[in-house]
């Protein structure tokens, strides 16, 4: 077998490059300008703050205050001087149309729904047409999620977004707020969850 030559370099160790493989080196490459920005924070201060001059703290101030009479503003009480008026929020072209639609409309609604289906719901003997209208509301996920929002705002967030929400559905929600039942202003879902987080 022939014998090798070791370089000189290879005696030395790996420090140094042999003679014709270059090495790589980052020292050419500046990553932060340092000098550079602390130019440019002179620079953006104004020639004014630039000549402040110390403050002296050796000298005494003298803290002398003459009395000073301030003149409190009387405090009008708006409320007791003028009477209350109660100032409902216009109502939208929905809402207006909402509040004309009947009883007899809603169950027509809820009866269509009930024909589509095979089988009656079992579950659902107990409630009314509008918990039956309200709860179908629920559970359509083309009107988005029903979990952590009113009805009413899910219906009308539908209705911005193009969505055309069952107008019988803000029938019902408008009915049930005028006759005071605040129960079904949240879905039955967000309920069941809101029950199973308390008691957990």
């Known amino acids: 077998m022939p014998t090798t030559r070791r370089s000189a370099a290879s005696n030395r160790g790996r420090n140094a490059p042999?003679?014709?493989?270059?090495?790589?080196?980052?020292?050419?490459?500046?990553?932060?300008?340092?000098?550079?920005?602390?130019d440019l924070k002179k620079s953006s201060l104004s020639p004014a703050l630039a000549k402040v001059e110390p403050v002296d703290d050796t000298q005494e101030i003298d803290h002398k205050v003459d009395d000073v009479v301030v003149d409190e503003p009387e405090l009008k009480e708006e409320h007791e001087s003028e009477p209350e008026e109660q100032v409902e929020a216009e109502k939208t072209e929905a809402e207006i149309?909402?509040?004309?639609?009947?009883?007899?409309?809603?169950?027509?609604?809820?009866?269509?729904?009930?024909?589509?289906?095979?089988?009656?719901?079992?579950?659902?003997?107990?409630?009314?047409?509008?918990?039956?209208?309200?709860?179908?509301?629920?559970?359509?996920?083309?009107?988005?999620?029903?979990?952590?929002?009113?009805?009413?705002?899910?219906?009308?967030?539908?209705?911005?977004?193009?969505?055309?929400?069952?107008?019988?559905?803000?029938?019902?929600?408008l009915m049930e707020d005028r006759a005071g039942n605040k129960a079904l202003e949240t879905a039955h879902m967000d309920q069941i969850l809101n029950s199973m987080a308390v008691g957990a």
């Not at 209705?159 to 069952?166: M, N, R």
């Open 18 to 38: 042999t003679k014709g493989q270059s090495t790589i080196s980052f020292a050419h490459r500046v990553t932060k300008n340092v000098s550079r920005e602390k």
């Open 97 to 173: 149309k909402a509040e004309k639609i009947g009883e007899s409309q809603i169950n027509k609604y809820w009866k269509a729904i009930e024909a589509e289906r095979l089988a009656p719901r079992v579950h659902q003997k107990g409630l009314t047409v509008h918990e039956k209208v309200l709860r179908y509301f629920d559970v359509s996920s083309q009107y988005g999620p029903c979990i952590g929002i009113s009805r009413q705002k899910r219906w009308e967030r539908a209705e911005k977004l193009g969505l055309k929400p069952p107008i019988e559905v803000l029938s019902v929600l």
